[in-house]
């Protein structure tokens, strides 16, 4: 039994998944909205897994998607945030597993400073 997307795409057994470059760039020259580029990251079949970091173009759109090769396992978004964490942060850690991590605890701590500062924006 050959294991996940990649090897399965190599030997060709299953072509059906996504290199997530060309996804990317599909979403940039095909979708005209951020919630589409959203839906078509965060639903087409790629090749192993990834943290998706998508940004649009006003208040509120940004999002993180954890991927694996098959099917989105988790999906974060800016809009779901409070005013007084006006951000979301990707330190490759599941933000959502409940245990420290430096990496994140200290970024979380750093953006909320920034943000308290009145320092984050567009």
């Not at 020259?29 to 998508?54: C, E, F, H, W």
């Not at 779901?80 to 979380?108: C, M, S, V």
């Amino acid at each position: 039994k050959i294991p996940g997307g990649l090897a399965k795409w190599l030997t060709g057994i299953d072509r059906s998944g996504h290199f997530l470059t060309f996804l990317t760039r599909d979403a940039f020259q095909q979708d005209s909205t951020y919630d589409q580029a959203v839906q078509r990251v965060n639903s087409s079949k790629i090749l192993g897994p990834a943290y998706v970091i998508i940004g649009g173009s006003k208040s509120g759109e940004g999002s993180i998607i954890t991927r694996d090769a098959e099917h989105s396992l988790h999906y974060w978004s800016l809009a779901d945030q409070p005013a007084t964490a006006p951000f979301i942060l990707e330190t490759n850690y599941d933000h959502w597993d409940g245990k420290p991590h430096d990496r994140r605890d200290n970024g979380n701590a750093c953006m909320a400073e920034m943000a308290k500062q009145g320092r984050l924006g567009f």
